[in-house]
């Protein structure tokens, strides 16, 4: 069941046109590890949402949620 997150994180990947395997790549992860985050079957630890929003140029707050009035 997707989440929050994992339609954040979705929606993050598409504005800048990269694949799964793109942002596994700029993150060190596994892109399994990425389709497993957006497809809301496991939550990505701490480091790895840094990582993810690094990558990606959004804040923790945008992809948390804490934060829904912008994405960057």
């Known amino acids: ?9 979705i929606q993050a990947r ?11 790549k700029a993150t060190g992860l596994q892109a399994a590890a990425i389709s497993h985050f957006e497809c809301g079957q496991r939550l990505p630890s ?10 990606l140029k959004i804040s ?4 948390t949620g804490l934060d829904e ?3 960057k």
């Open 14 to 24: 598409e504005n800048i046109n990269w694949t799964q395997l793109d942002l596994a």
């Open 46 to 55: 701490l480091p790895n949402v840094i990582k993810l929003c690094v990558a």
């Open 60 to 63: 923790l707050d945008w992809l």
């Open 1 to 9: 069941m997707k989440t929050n997150l994992s339609k954040k994180l």
């Open 69 to 71: 009035t912008n994405q």
